[in-house]
């Protein structure tokens, strides 16, 4: 009869780097293969592991029987807590998709990509999880090339695949269409005097939104002028001598509603009105771009239905196979045509909606 | 030398299920020692794991090696996007308290009180987590339900002991104080007819809010008018009637931050200055009550001191220990001095600061 009330104390990475006399991230690299363990500690470490009968944890064996387990590791250090609320909705979609019998998604928080890359290893070792989801990818995240290393199959929702494992799977939202979009509707009030608010120049995705406006503008013979706008603070201190200029630009376009919000702020207090001194494009649409006076013309954000690709993806990168009658498969929205090449899947591209135009913008005033 | 490529098959509830030809609800049910099962289907199915050699799988042993697992699983059925926002910031303060080597805190999102319970029974049948967080705490909530059944480690936030086992911790913001502050502050400014779109009725906070204020302005010889406001529809719909009627209100407070821009919005339509007019209170701070026009008057929410709360509640549902020269102790902010009764710790209770007075609130017109 199996004791249930104690379960047999199990040896751990712990117990094996105690064993060894290394640190638990040495008995990682070595468990997992990596290079950089010497051949006399990773003989130690295996020596050890073997002697105390460990075995990597359970979860792998949830891809076979039970409901897989991935894990999409957040980075929180945004000062901005709207910004929180993206991972919720997109796992909504996600498991919309999914369903928690056939997959299950824990959301981990870390506090640097860094400790998220520590974390994945530990994860991936003890075989907790079968699968990591990365979102809000960084300019050289930590977490991509933990996860290049190790290698674990992969959902990286944000950027497209650049030379990464055959194993992971990108899910892109064509957000450069509609920054493309933006541009094209200022061009065509009149605007010839833009800026953007950037967002943090340490994601991947506000500087290809900042590229795509760029180019949009540029083939309207108008340059664009970018400030720095990572965080409030920084957006504030920017904002106060842009639009206090003599030369200030005519349409303010943000990377988010939040930075939005702070140039309805600005304009306000230098005595500018918001539509007709000053446009003023949200980058993200959200609640808060409705209720803001005036409302805030908006990029669609269509997180669930990123999420519901997502939900798609992890079910490819576990091999539980495609879901019948689902939305947009591998490929769609490209717009090549060429049949993806074999081994690598093409990104799922989530289209963006028509631009939400609402009251903060109008033709520019007049000379 | 162990085989880290290939872990064994290890049989599972699901193998279990098979054998003994019942549902996993059923094996759940066995293994945990509930009530509600026959005596020979128990019998079946204990005979079958025995068989297969079912053991619960590998999480438990963590509480005593390596980090403790505990999870959080949010119900996601809330209309509002900026909801979501909550358990992550909760989440970041937490793990300011409890770091990731010490334990890690899993987020999952169900889309029902009864698949959150569901998905607790399984993980806890299987070890795979130590302790159980529960926030937005409903009406009849499934998941305490279920808690209260298998027995396992909990940390309640939001709500105070009402009879749970003594291995729940229980983490509660004093916005009962908080309301009681806005029913003051109304009052001494003059207003006399006050409304409250009050949060879902599911929702235990809510409701104790309303109290709070209700009981406040009743202090002041003031009878607080409720209207539902669960949902923007709602509140929509019981916002145009209320304000567009001859006795309406000279002042309006909201649960949510959301809500209260609604309000600002239905008062521009019909021609309402804010604050001249009308006075609005937005239960909730966030960025968001600071960007509308005008802003929002609104009530502090502190909620990575209610995580750092959880994370020292979580560390003694798991037996860590508590934390050195950490915040809050349990019954600190409590207006009873007495000690705390042996077996059932006091809430930890959060205090919240004082109301953020913006420009949303003045005295009511005259006459």
């Given at each position: 009869m199996p004791d249930y009330s104690s379960p047999a104390r199990r040896p751990t990475i712990v117990d094996v780097a105690r064993a060894a006399g290394v640190s638990t991230a040495v008995v990682s690299y070595t468990l997992n293969g990596r290079r950089g363990v010497s051949a006399a500690t990773r003989e130690r470490v295996l020596r050890a592991a073997d002697e105390l009968g460990w075995r990597p944890?359970?979860?792998?064996?949830?891809?076979?029987?039970?409901?897989?387990?991935?894990?999409?590791?957040?980075?929180?250090?945004?000062?901005?807590?709207?910004?929180?609320?993206?991972?919720?909705?997109?796992?909504?979609?996600?498991?919309?998709?999914?369903?928690?019998?056939?997959?299950?998604?824990?959301?981990?928080?870390?506090?640097?990509?860094?400790?998220?890359?520590?974390?994945?290893d530990r994860w991936w070792t003890e075989r907790r999880y079968g699968a990591f989801v990365v979102t809000g990818v960084r300019v050289d995240d930590a977490r991509l090339a933990a996860l290049r290393s190790l290698p674990a199959p992969a959902v990286v929702v944000g950027t497209a695949p650049d030379g990464g494992p055959a194993t992971w799977q990108h899910v892109v939202l064509d957000d450069g269409a509609a920054f493309a979009q933006v541009g094209a509707?200022?061009?065509?009030?009149?605007?010839?005097?833009?800026?953007?608010?950037?967002g943090s120049e340490r994601l991947v995705a506000p500087?290809?939104?900042?590229?795509?406006?760029?180019?949009a503008l540029a083939g309207h013979g108008i340059e664009l002028r970018t400030v720095a706008g990572d965080g409030p603070e920084r957006a504030a201190a920017a904002l106060l001598p842009l639009l206090a200029a003599a030369d200030r630009p005519t349409a303010v376009v943000t990377d988010d509603d939040a930075t939005a919000g702070l140039v309805l702020d600005v304009a306000r207090r230098l005595g500018l009105g918001v539509p007709w001194d000053?446009?003023?494009?949200?980058?993200?649409?959200?609640?808060?771009?409705?209720?803001?006076?005036?409302?805030?013309?908006?990029?669609?954000?269509?997180?669930?239905?990123?999420?519901?690709?997502?939900?798609r993806a992890l079910r490819t990168a576990l091999g539980a196979g495609p879901v019948s009658g689902a939305g947009p498969s591998p490929g769609a929205g490209t717009s090549s045509g060429a049949a993806p090449s074999v081994g690598v899947e093409p990104p799922r591209t989530v289209p963006v909606g028509r631009l939400v135009v609402r009251g903060s913008t109008a033709p520019p005033p007049g000379d």
């Open positions: 944890a359970s979860a792998a064996r949830s891809l076979r029987s039970g409901p897989a387990a991935a894990a999409l590791v957040v980075v929180h250090d945004q000062p901005f807590g709207t910004r929180a609320a993206f991972p919720l909705d997109l796992v909504t979609g996600a498991l919309q998709t999914i369903g928690p019998d056939t997959l299950t998604l824990a959301v981990h928080v870390a506090g640097s990509p860094a400790d998220a890359a520590r974390l994945m509707f200022l061009a065509e009030l009149g605007h010839r005097r833009v800026a953007m608010v950037a500087v290809r939104r900042a590229a795509a406006l760029g180019s000053l446009s003023v494009v949200a980058g993200t649409d959200s609640p808060a771009c409705y209720l803001t006076a005036p409302s805030l013309t908006a990029v669609p954000y269509p997180v669930e239905e990123l999420g519901r690709a997502t939900g």
